[in-house]
């Protein structure tokens, strides 16, 4: 009986099916090596600017089988050259943007230059007035750069406002 089963395997491995099977499985792990040599290489040429370190990288794919792959996956630059190109564009435009610092109506968004003193679109008032040289201020500024006038306050204090409503609270009592 071990005799009989022991030649029912030897048939086996000696029959074409096997044959088939063995070449089919060594056509396949072969095409999968190539597939990830090259995938190695089309990556790296992907994220590798120097052609030597490419050629390498290839060569580290094929030359230790199904190894290679992993040990470049755990080597390889993060990032692709393309996005690292787009960041440094954007990085880039951002900063043009930032060094024109250009400036907005903060009721309509048009854009106005940094000397005027109401939106020239909506009229809405932007900046005071220097009383003396009519120079354009900033808002935190306590005397003018221009004629070293002090500057007044730009909103009433609330004292004033105070009186004004007392004022016309008294106005519209009396009638």
């Known amino acids: ?3 009989a089963q022991e030649n ?3 048939d086996f491995f000696d029959s074409g099916l096997w044959l088939v099977i063995r070449n089919l499985s060594v056509f396949f ?3 999968f090596w190539l597939a990830t040599a090259y995938w190695v290489y089309k990556d790296a040429r992907r994220r590798i600017e120097d052609p030597w370190l490419v050629a390498m990288a290839a060569v580290l794919g ?3 089988p199904f190894v290679g792959p992993i040990i470049y996956l755990f080597f390889r630059p993060p990032e692709y050259l393309e996005d690292v190109r787009e960041r440094e564009l954007e990085i880039k435009a951002m900063e043009d ?8 109506c903060p009721v309509c968004r048009a854009e106005v230059e940094a000397g005027f003193l109401v939106c020239p679109v909506c009229t809405t008032r932007l900046k005071q007035a220097c009383v003396r040289c009519g120079a354009p201020l900033e808002a935190l500024w306590q005397m003018c750069p221009h004629c070293a006038t002090p500057v007044g306050p730009t ?3 609330i004292d004033d406002t105070l009186t004004g409503l007392e004022a016309t ?3 519209s009592e009396s009638q």
Do not use: F
């Open 1 to 3: 009986m071990i005799g």
């Open 8 to 10: 029912g395997v030897t």
């Open 29 to 31: 792990v072969a095409v």
């Open 62 to 64: 094929l030359v230790p």
């Open 97 to 104: 943007r930032l060094s024109r610092r250009n400036l907005y």
């Open 155 to 157: 909103l009433p204090a």
């Open 169 to 171: 609270r008294r106005i």
